[in-house]
Nanobody
């Protein structure tokens, strides 16, 4: 019923910035807790950042001070702004959500968007 579609992935220079977007449809977005996960090759998916329906944000330690998660309820969209990217950031980034916070945002998933290794 709920669909999440990510966009914005692509090449980024070391130290550069990138903004990922996730558009939700088929649900009441403003009540969802949303999050961004990333998965490195042959490793388990890990939570990067999450944001509650009241806009309270959580970040994993490795991205604190560099990444910012935000939401625009009028556009049913959650963003992940990635600043000062480093060689440890390239991965597949996926958007996820839950209509039942404070449960972790993993009930609905997008297909992911790739942030490849910088050339």
């Amino acid at each position: 019923q709920v669909q999440l579609v990510e966009s914005g992935g692509g090449l980024v220079q070391p130290g550069g910035s990138l903004r990922l977007s996730c558009v939700a449809s088929g649900g009441t977005f403003e009540t969802y807790a949303m999050g961004w996960y990333r998965q490195f090759p042959d490793k388990e998916r890990e939570l990067v950042a999450s944001i509650s329906s009241s806009a309270y944000a959580y970040y994993t330690d490795s991205v604190k001070g560099r990444f910012t998660i935000s939401r625009d309820n009028d556009k049913n969209t959650v963003y992940l702004e990635m600043n000062n990217v480093n060689p440890g950031d390239p991965a597949i980034y996926s958007c996820a959500g839950t209509p039942h916070p404070p449960s972790p945002p993993r009930d609905y998933w997008g297909r992911g968007t790739q942030v490849p290794v910088s050339p």
